[in-house]
Nanobody, 122 residues
Framework: QVQLVESGGGLVQAGGSLRLSCAASGRTFSMYTMSWFRQAPGKEREFVAVIKGSGGNANYAPSVNGRFTISRDNAKNTVFLQMNSLKPEDTAVYYC???????????????WGQGTQVTVSS
């Protein structure tokens, strides 16, 4: 069982930055692929970024590639999402999730956090 708690969301102007954190419980954190997804009002949940358990491999959605960076600290059971050059279309609830698979598909993820709101004003 893995419990995930996100933090770091908030209101920011376009062009600004935010850093999201996701703290995980359990002693097997490094075994899990971790991802960030987001969901805007009236839209489906979409993939943002994924990182392998070792932290060696990462992948990004085209819409955030070059602006967002996913990283993890396995010693602290935490995964991060550094978001730069934010745009109004990045506004959404951001969720972290854990999976046994290196996947970008929500159904492959067994554990989810409660989400943190990110709002980007124009």
């Amino acid at each position: 069982q893995v419990q995930l708690v996100e933090s770091g969301g908030g209101l920011v102007q376009a062009g600004g930055s935010l850093r999201l954190s996701c703290a995980a419980s359990g002693r097997t954190f490094s075994m899990y692929t971790m991802s960030w997804f987001r969901q805007a009002p009236g839209k489906e949940r979409e993939f943002v970024a994924v990182i392998k358990g070792s932290g060696g491999n990462a992948n990004y959605a085209p819409s955030v590639n070059g602006r967002f960076t996913i990283s993890r600290d396995n010693a602290k059971n935490t995964v991060f999402l550094q978001m730069n050059s934010l745009k109004p279309e990045d506004t959404a609830v951001y969720y972290c999730a854990a999976s046994q698979y290196f996947s970008t598909v929500p159904r492959d993820y067994d554990y989810w956090g409660q989400g943190t709101q990110v709002t980007v004003s124009s």
